[in-house]
């Protein structure tokens, strides 16, 4: 019997062919599908949006963490670390926009908000970093 992959599971995530990074070798697995992806990145565009410039950043970023720890426990198996790399980046991203919205920086200042600002001062939670901590992604 032949199965045709990826196969869309009912949870989220997406059945099929994956590489480990180790080794280079397939095997069936799952990772979150690209729909879950475009769904919190928009929660989180709706979260940075220009008009809620008015929340303290330490406020904002407590929210973001509390969507991201629950988003990155629930996919917390499997090899999602590209998934979890483009939640990242759009959260860095929408995180500095904002910030300079916040306080009328023209433009995308990145060099005022660096990346060691966003997770030292601010407590951003980076999801790549994460998949480290849990203690199944040793086994």
């Known amino acids: 019997m032949k199965y045709t992959f990826p196969f869309r599971g009912g ?15 397939a095997f069936i697995g799952t990772t979150p599908s690209k729909g879950k992806v475009r769904k919190l990145c928009e929660s989180i565009s709706q979260q940075t949006s220009r008009r809620l410039t008015f929340l303290e950043p330490t406020v904002l970023v407590e929210r973001l963490n509390r969507q991201l720890r629950g988003w990155a426990n629930y996919f917390r198996l499997g090899p999602a670390s590209k ?5 990242d980046n759009h959260v860095t991203t929408r995180l ?13 200042d990145w060099s ?11 407590g951003l939670l980076r999801l790549p970093q994460q998949k480290r901590n849990h203690p199944s992604a040793n086994t």
Do not use: I, M, N
Not at 11 to 25: A, I, L
Not at 96 to 108: F, S, Y
Not at 112 to 122: A, E, H, M, S, V
């Open 96 to 108: 500095r926009q904002w910030l300079c919205q916040k306080h009328k920086v023209p433009g995308r």
């Open 112 to 122: 005022r908000f660096p990346d060691d600002y966003l997770t030292d001062q601010l």
């Open 83 to 87: 998934a979890w790399r483009a939640v």
């Open 11 to 25: 949870k989220g995530e997406t059945f099929g062919r994956c590489y480990s990074s180790k080794t280079g070798r």
